[in-house]
């Protein structure tokens, strides 16, 4: 149940953000979220380095999705928050961002009765717990555009994650989001878009840099490999639980029985997506998009010559699963057990590693 626990744990502390980002209501936007992610990039790459994950560079088209990613998962759903917060206030946007579990369920191919079964209690739970809400077309468009922003987030993640990893993914991003709300500061603010922050504000940013971008994003995009973008949709009904949370630590308020009521649902429709028993959501072709590092064939994307997780089976790229392996079900080759041993299969979270054992 890893994957389950991580991506109820990444989802909760997205919804911390509600609260938190009062402490920073009056510093400038753009700025603020530029440093925010220099800082979470930073502390990623420091992660990676201690993991001792090299550098990969992206092809071609996995830059493309790294920039989309960056761009609309990153930048521009903050862009969308903050303008559909000014339109409508902080229940407009969350209302719509209850979408997501249900949006996720019915994307990318035919999900089953009991999935869009639990993704309805889900949304009904946290449109229950956040409040129908108020606002004008212009809050709805832009609300609109943050649920699509937070889908771009978990699915241009997806074709990445298993030869990056949700370290290199989350580092990655993190960098290239970076210039783009600084430019976009520069455009709206000038030399206003970063000023000393006070005490109140830099402990706001840190958190968001550490807890809500490094810890969150980590622990999202390494459980989306194990449970499928299907069944982790359902945890973002958690968003308003860790804001309902929040507030009530930090003394803004007390949850209402609404509130309460919205939880519970939110919590039984995520129960119901499991059913009770958990299974690897790559165990049959028909999830194949689950689990990107297989076709529907059965073959790493490439061929059966390259590695699922970042280089040719000879090794330059990751741990082997070559036909004859044990992960294979088959003897080893001789030519595999002359060949020097290289370290156990990496998991979704550091992705390709070029680690050898002794």
Do not use: K
């Amino acid at each position: 149940m890893r994957g389950p626990a991580q991506a109820a744990g990444g989802m909760f502390l997205v919804g911390t953000l509600a609260g938190v980002s009062g402490v920073i209501g009056d510093y400038p936007v753009y700025g603020g979220q530029a440093l925010r992610y220099l800082v979470a990039a930073v502390l990623l790459l420091a992660v990676a380095h201690a993991s001792g994950l090299r550098f990969l560079r992206p092809r071609p088209r996995e830059a493309a999705l790294l920039v989309a990613l960056a761009l609309f998962g990153l930048a521009l759903f903050n862009v969308c928050v903050i303008e559909a917060t000014r339109h409508g206030g902080p229940v407009l946007p969350g209302t719509v961002l209850g979408a997501v579990p249900l949006a996720l369920a019915l994307v990318g191919g035919r999900p089953s009765p009991r999935t869009v079964g639990a993704a309805a209690v889900v949304v009904t739970g946290t449109t229950l717990a956040t409040g129908l809400g108020s606002g004008d077309l212009p809050g709805l468009l832009w609300s609109l555009g943050a649920l699509g922003c937070e889908l771009a987030f978990t699915l241009l993640a997806v074709p990445l994650l298993p030869r990056f990893g949700a370290v290199r993914v989350s580092a990655y991003s993190s960098m290239l989001a970076v210039p783009l709300l600084a430019g976009t500061g520069w455009l709206a603010d000038g030399t206003a878009m970063l000023r000393v922050p006070s005490a109140a504000e830099a402990a706001g940013l840190a958190y968001q840099a550490v807890v809500v971008t490094t810890v969150a994003f980590l622990l999202w995009y390494d459980a989306l490999p194990r449970i499928g973008h299907g069944t982790a949709g359902l945890f973002a009904g958690l968003i308003p639980v860790g804001a309902i949370v929040t507030g009530a630590v930090l003394g803004l308020g007390a949850p209402t029985l609404p509130d309460l009521f919205g939880v519970a649902l939110v919590v039984s429709g995520i129960a119901i997506g499991l059913g009770g028993t958990y299974r690897s959501p790559a165990a049959s072709p028909r999830d194949a998009l689950a689990d990107p590092s297989r076709d529907p064939a059965g073959e790493p994307p490439g061929g059966p010559g390259d590695d699922p997780y970042g280089g040719p089976l000879s090794g330059t790229g990751g741990s082997s699963r070559a036909a004859g392996s044990p992960a294979a079900g088959g003897a080893p080759s001789p030519a595999a057990a002359a060949a020097p041993r290289e370290a156990p299969a990496s998991s979704p979270a550091t992705g390709a590693s070029a680690r050898r054992l002794p």
